[in-house]
């Protein structure tokens, strides 16, 4: 009987054991964070090359407007800290000299296709002037800029923003894309929170805009831009909420009808890939 006992007490000890190895097994592979998971924007070797949460806590004036998460890097801020979409974001100023200049975009010019995306609340310019959401400079243009965003101010012809259609150019090396006419944007300057997305895919040569996670069905042929693989050269700094001339030591026009962005901006992303409708409507429905 005592030798049963014993064995009965050797076999539970050998049980719990074997249950206790099974607990230190690592966890399911779906248990990790994946590169493409908007939860995990930041993950390394994931497909964002810059991120401006405008999250920063400090009273420096320099640290409120930088990439919080991923590099802490100081910008040239000059815009005021807002209660954003998520979290804190900025508030432009209505003016023709004021913009967040970064010291750079990371590696984001070594990429072959891109992706633009960031949360905005803005109402139509109302100074006669078109506003500048962000520029990549590069001395190889003549306007001194690789990239940039350019929206149309108020009017009533077709070419102009309301609250209701907002009429923009997104270039890319010298090749503008113009949603106007029929093809302006839908309710992204109606005084609200909007997502706002622009994806150029390399294979391709098409430019896509994305508006609250939906496509903008373009009706013209222009958004096919011919460019295949992009090629950013000499490019230097990165600027928010303007264009090249609004920040110092950036080398830039200085065309009067320039003017920075008014409005407010937060969550702004750049990535180094064609994000699908299924990840941009992602970033929509995380607030990211």
Same mark, same amino acid.
């Given at each position: 009987?005592?030798?049963?006992?014993?064995?009965?007490?050797?076999?539970?000890?050998?049980? &719990?054991?074997?249950?206790?190895?099974?607990?230190?097994?690592?966890?399911?592979?779906?248990?990790?964070?994946?590169? %493409?998971?908007?939860?995990?924007?930041?993950?390394?070797?994931?497909?964002?090359?810059?991120?401006?949460?405008?999250?920063?806590?400090?009273?420096?004036?320099?640290?409120?407007?930088?990439?919080?998460?991923?590099? %802490?890097?100081?910008?040239?801020?000059?815009?005021?800290?807002?209660?954003?979409?998520?979290?804190?974001?900025?508030?432009?100023?209505?003016?023709?000299?004021?913009?967040?200049?970064?010291?750079?975009?990371?590696?984001?010019?070594?990429?072959?296709?891109?992706?633009?995306?960031?949360?905005?609340?803005?109402?139509?310019?109302?100074?006669?002037?078109?506003?500048?959401?962000?520029?990549?400079?590069?001395?190889?243009?003549?306007?001194?800029? $690789?990239?940039?965003?350019?929206?149309?101010?108020? *009017?009533? %012809?077709?070419?102009?923003?309301?609250?209701?259609?907002?009429?923009?150019?997104?270039?890319?090396?010298?090749?503008?894309?113009?949603?106007?006419?029929?093809?302006?944007?839908?309710?992204?300057?109606?005084?609200?929170?909007?997502?706002? $997305?622009?994806?150029?895919?390399?294979?391709?040569?098409?430019?896509?805009?994305?508006?609250?996670?939906?496509?903008?069905?373009?009706?013209?042929?222009?958004?096919?831009?011919?460019?295949?693989?992009?090629?950013?050269?000499?490019?230097? %700094?990165?600027?928010? *909420?303007?264009?090249?001339?609004?920040?110092?030591?950036?080398?830039?026009?200085?065309?009067?009808?320039?003017?920075?962005?008014?409005?407010?901006?937060?969550?702004?992303? &750049?990535?180094?890939?064609?994000?699908?409708?299924?990840?941009?409507?992602?970033?929509?429905?995380?607030?990211?």
């Amino acid at each position: 009987m005592r030798n049963k006992l014993q064995l009965c007490i050797v076999s539970a000890a050998l049980i &719990l054991f074997a249950a206790s190895c099974q607990k230190m097994d690592r966890p399911a592979l779906g248990n990790f964070p994946k590169d %493409n998971d908007p939860k995990f924007p930041l993950y390394p070797g994931g497909p964002l090359k810059f991120y401006a949460a405008f999250d920063g806590t400090t009273t420096n004036p320099l640290m409120n407007a930088v990439d919080s998460v991923r590099a %802490n890097f100081a910008a040239s801020n000059p815009f005021t800290t807002i209660t954003g979409v998520s979290g804190k974001g900025v508030q432009g100023v209505s003016t023709k000299d004021k913009a967040i200049k970064y010291p750079s975009a990371n590696d984001f010019a070594k990429y072959n296709s891109v992706t633009v995306a960031y949360w905005l609340k803005n109402s139509p310019q109302t100074d006669g002037e078109p506003e500048f959401h962000f520029s990549l400079p590069s001395s190889d243009y003549w306007h001194a800029s $690789a990239m940039f965003l350019l929206v149309e101010k108020s *009017g009533p %012809n077709a070419d102009n923003s309301t609250a209701s259609q907002m009429a923009c150019t997104f270039a890319l090396k010298d090749r503008w894309v113009e949603f106007r006419g029929v093809n302006r944007l839908p309710n992204v300057l109606d005084g609200n929170w909007h997502h706002l $997305a622009f994806v150029y895919d390399e294979t391709t040569s098409i430019v896509t805009a994305y508006v609250d996670g939906v496509p903008k069905t373009y009706t013209g042929t222009a958004n096919n831009i011919g460019l295949g693989p992009l090629k950013f050269t000499n490019v230097s %700094n990165f600027v928010l *909420g303007g264009w090249n001339k609004h920040v110092s030591g950036v080398n830039g026009p200085t065309d009067a009808w320039i003017h920075s962005y008014s409005g407010s901006m937060d969550q702004f992303r &750049l990535y180094g890939k064609a994000l699908t409708a299924s990840e941009i409507l992602a970033l929509y429905n995380s607030r990211l």
